[in-house]
């Protein structure tokens, strides 16, 4: 899993839904990057800090609900976020629920800043993902998986790798 952080384009973060107020536990470079916060900075704290003052408006409520929704194990959400020197930003955010023993154990997020999208962006977002669908698929050749390629199927598909990982 360390490897897949490290190696990953794409902002990850990984929350432990098993301690109160489900910290991060988990963050890769790309994620510090997109925030402007370190790990130490990260590390231990709810991801809302991101959220402007104020909160992130309704949208908060749904992510709450789909983490209680035992029979959904990803979603996406648009939330808004806002940068350590204040900047703001739209983040569409995949979350992804791992199991251990049956339970929802880790949450998984892939980030994406998507309020300056645009065709350049889009590219960058493209070849990023192509990379990490390449790297995935490496891994994961000996199981049989297939993998798609939109942002959707790499966030699912970072979720497939991370739960392999801490299955015994």
Not at 23 to 41: Q, V
Not at 132 to 146: A, F, M, R
């Amino acid at each position: 899993m360390s490897d897949l952080f490290r190696d990953s384009k794409i902002s990850l973060s990984l929350a432990d839904y098993t301690r109160d107020d489900c910290p991060l536990i988990g963050i890769n470079a790309r994620f510090a990057e997109l925030s402007g916060y370190s790990a130490s900075e990260c590390l231990g704290r709810n991801c809302r800090f991101l959220q402007p003052e104020g909160g992130a408006g309704p949208v908060r409520e749904r992510m709450r609900a789909f983490l209680h929704e035992e029979e959904k194990d990803h979603s996406r959400f648009v939330v808004p976020n806002v940068r350590k020197d204040g900047t703001p930003f739209l983040n569409l955010l995949y979350m992804s629920k791992l199991q251990r023993d049956g339970r929802t154990a880790l949450i998984l997020g892939s980030q994406f800043d998507i309020s300056r999208a645009n065709a350049n962006d889009s590219e960058i977002y493209d070849r990023a993902l192509h990379e990490d669908l390449i790297n995935l698929k490496l891994l994961t050749e000996k199981t049989n998986w297939s993998l798609v390629t939109s942002l959707e199927a790499l966030a699912s598909s970072h979720a497939i790798i991370a739960q392999a990982r801490i299955d015994p």
